[in-house]
């Protein structure tokens, strides 16, 4: 708690500063480091939304061609677009959701080429059973160098490194995005959960992930976000943290699931130690998860997200996807809080696609 205050006490006298840092890949291209710069500057004009699969899907249509249920309701894009890998690793054409990669290539580079930012994540399956994500099968020990399954898990990052740097403009310049791997750490849903390994493990994991995509495969258009899911205090969220020559942005996931009070407490509990954290360490602050499946309360957005959000500086919040029509976190037209999400849109505090340009 010490550590915290003083942490808070440095930022607000300004003596604390962390604008004179750069992405953890030394290697990184130029569009990498002008996307680390500009996640850096938007936060001194407010937090940007993001919204998972935006562009995909929503509420009642897939796959409509510049289509978006936020766009729909607002007039207006997300700023962030979440996208996730899960069963590239396999070689599948779909990823979990359904979208095939080819469709996510040509949504990356349409996130890219109008001025937004892309953020990614792996639902990978489990290297050493082959079950999915949230087999929680011991195996992290089997993936690190020598273990039983670490010839798949290389290959598996093989194929992710490929599409990385597919990523790409018409003109070739590669597109630069936020990669999240091994997300909600602290929670133990995951094969790589709090326990299912050990935090030397994770931390081995994490390094050893980063050092192959850099190293051997040459990737160098991302920067590397560490996500994790409860903490009570700065110890706790740090516990597995790979170093900062790993990471670029420093977040957690927290869904509103039970009461409305609870949810805000936690939520500004969690945000003022992540933003001692960030400032600690250099790096960039954002809340990578969050949201409220069907958003049953009209003023959600006002009343409840964003008065947690107004005294903190975030690169950007995400809510999850528009998967059904049970399950959302987004409105669509004719959905309780359409109102009201135009209101938190029109705010000063929150930054849109059109707001970047």
Not at 118 to 146: E, K, Q
Request: proline fraction near 4%.
């Amino acid at each position: 708690m010490m550590r915290l205050l003083i942490v808070l006490f440095l930022l607000l006298s300004g003596t604390l500063s962390a604008q004179n840092s750069g992405p953890a890949d030394m290697q990184a291209t130029a569009e990498t480091q002008q996307l680390y710069g500009r996640l850096r500057s938007l936060m001194q004009r407010g937090v940007m939304f993001g919204h998972q699969d935006d562009m995909a899907y929503g509420v009642g249509w897939k796959y409509e061609h510049d289509r978006s249920d936020v766009k729909d309701v607002c007039g207006d894009w997300p700023a962030v677009f979440g996208w996730d890998l899960g069963h590239l690793e396999t070689g599948k054409p779909a990823n979990l959701d359904g979208v095939p990669f080819d469709s996510l290539r040509s949504y990356i580079r349409t996130v890219y080429e109008r001025g937004g930012v892309n953020s990614i994540s792996w639902h990978s399956n489990n290297p050493a059973s082959g079950g999915s994500a949230w087999d929680t099968s011991l195996a992290v020990t089997a993936i690190l160098p020598g273990g039983s399954s670490y010839a798949v898990y290389v290959a598996w990052l093989d194929r992710l490194a490929d599409f990385m740097l597919s990523l790409k403009t018409a003109e070739g310049i590669s597109i630069p995005v936020i990669f999240r791997p091994f997300h909600e750490h602290t929670g133990s849903w995951f094969w790589w959960g709090q326990r299912q390994c050990s935090t030397t493990e994770f931390r081995t994991l994490w390094q050893f992930t980063v050092n192959y995509l850099t190293t051997v495969k040459q990737v160098h258009n991302l920067l590397y976000a560490y996500s994790a899911a409860d903490f009570d205090d700065d110890g706790q969220y740090m516990e597995r943290y790979p170093g900062d020559a790993f990471v670029d942005v420093i977040g957690f996931d927290l869904y509103h699931s039970g009461g409305t009070e609870e949810y805000q407490r936690l939520l500004r509990k969690r945000l003022q130690i992540l933003e001692a954290v960030a400032a600690i360490n250099h790096k960039i602050p954002a809340l990578t998860e969050t949201g409220q499946e069907r958003v049953p309360a009209a003023n959600w957005w006002t009343q409840t997200l964003l008065p947690a959000l107004r005294p903190f500086q975030l690169s950007y919040v995400l809510v999850w996807r528009n998967g059904r029509p049970d399950h959302y976190y987004a409105p669509y037209p004719g959905q309780v809080s359409e109102s009201d999400f135009k209101k938190f849109r029109a705010d000063e505090r929150t930054l849109f696609l059109q707001d970047l340009k």
